[in-house]
């Protein structure tokens, strides 16, 4: 499990900016502060890792952005996010981007090298749902639709 001390102000700051690079491809800042009602200039302070303070700004971004946003930024915690009302409408790079924050779980759990029982417990679901995205991906794949 990671390091309570680990989880700063600055090291979420530093989480969200890098769940945004890696989540929010493709959708403007501007897009972003009018889908989640954040202004604008917090929605670049967070892209620049200069803020992160309301958890409420924190969810919004989380209810547009895909699941692995939300995951990126609380794996510190122990936590995993997976949103499966979405698993039939994601488009390949949001797919790509659900196995990467999936499989980011697994490599943070195995950084110590031991699994513990709360690391068993989280990552088993988040594997069978790894599975289950690779085989949509490769349905996709299949049928042109990448």
Known sequence: MGDVSAITAESMAHRVRQGLQLFAVGITPAALAEATGIE???VDA????????CVSRLLRCAM???AGFLGHVVAPAGFAVWRTDLAAAISAPQTLAEMSGRLHLLATA???GVLDHRERAQLA?????????????AD?????RT
């Open 40 to 42: 604008r200039r917090t």
């Open 46 to 53: 967070h892209r620049l890792g200069e803020s992160c303070r």
């Open 64 to 66: 547009v952005l895909p």
């Open 110 to 112: 195995l950084a110590d």
């Open 125 to 137: 679901p988040e594997m069978r749902q790894l599975g289950s995205l690779l085989a949509s991906f």
């Open 140 to 144: 996709q794949l299949e049928g042109g």
